[in-house]
């Protein structure tokens, strides 16, 4: 059951890590406009750039929160360029606000877009909201999205933010997609986590036992459990994410396959169930 966030929550996920004072300093930028906002870090351990990494985060943790949770995600290789500095505002299927993103237009939010129709977008211009009006250019996540995160969570309208922008001019995250063609799937692959499993963006509601991966000319059985495989074995399963992905038991699948995010994989089905949908 998802409850309604009365004690104004933001999340944080960024590329930063944790050597450097860069997310305490936004911790900081938030605490000076309203310390009462309790902060829950998703990860400050993207690997740097890498924005699909960050989408996956972010979109795999969005529905454990509570309605009206502030999610400022700062992965941004592009800060201080073209690309828009943006508010969004999810709302449930009763027009409630389910909860808001805010950060770079650089496809970051797409993941999370992809579930939910019912959104509306700003681009973040009023610097009234900012930290400064004349903002780093290489530190937006202290003087923008921080600062409009903690805005936002003491109860500041979206439209306050900026001017309105189309939602569906918001930037997607280029991942090849995935169909099915008889009783084969093909994919790529969308994320890989810190164990070195290779998550797919095949929906494990479209699987049905038995099913194999094909990566070349290699083939991995599918099962249940990571244990269903004897140590350094191969395997595809379904993740707690809820998406196919493959692993190796007590390994690395990405060290010992060598794949990368947007890499094509294909999954034999043993007969067709039923058409397959990507989400």
């Known amino acids: 059951m998802i409850s309604v966030n009365d004690g104004s929550i933001i999340t944080l996920l960024s590329d930063f890590g944790l050597s450097d004072s860069y997310v305490s300093v936004m911790k900081g930028a938030i605490a000076q406009i309203n310390p009462t906002i309790m902060l829950i870090d998703i990860t400050h351990q993207i690997p740097p750039q890498d924005i699909g990494s960050g989408r996956f985060a972010l979109m795999t943790a969005f529905p454990y929160f509570p309605l009206g949770t502030v999610h400022v995600a700062v992965v941004d290789p592009g800060v201080g360029g073209k690309r828009r500095a943006v508010g969004i505002a999810i709302s449930t299927p009763f027009g409630e606000p389910m909860g808001f993103l805010v950060g770079p237009d650089n496809g970051i939010f797409s993941g999370v877009l ?3 129709s019912a959104y509306t977008a700003v681009e973040l211009t009023n610097a009234e ?3 400064t009006d004349e903002p780093s250019s290489t530190f937006h996540g202290r003087d923008i999205f921080a600062p409009v995160g903690a805005h936002l969570a003491s109860g500041v309208p979206l439209a306050e933010l900026g001017v309105a922008i189309a939602p569906e001019s918001l930037v997607q995250f280029a991942l090849p997609p995935c169909f099915q063609v008889e009783t084969t799937i ?3 692959i969308q994320a890989i986590d810190h164990f070195g499993n290779l998550i797919t963006n095949i929906p494990g509601t479209s699987l049905f036992q038995p099913w194999s991966v094909m990566v070349g000319t290699t083939n991995i059985l599918a ?8 140590a350094g074995e191969l395997i595809s399963l379904i993740g707690s994410h809820g998406w196919l992905e493959i692993a190796i038991n007590s390994g690395s699948a990405q060290t010992l396959l060598n794949l990368k995010i947007g890499d094509p994989i294909k999954v034999k089905l043993d007969k067709i169930e039923s058409s397959m949908k990507c989400e």
């Open 223 to 230: 099962a249940f459990t990571y244990s269903d495989r004897l």
């Open 114 to 116: 992809d579930q939910f």
């Open 129 to 131: 909201f900012w930290r």
């Open 186 to 188: 093909y994919g790529c």
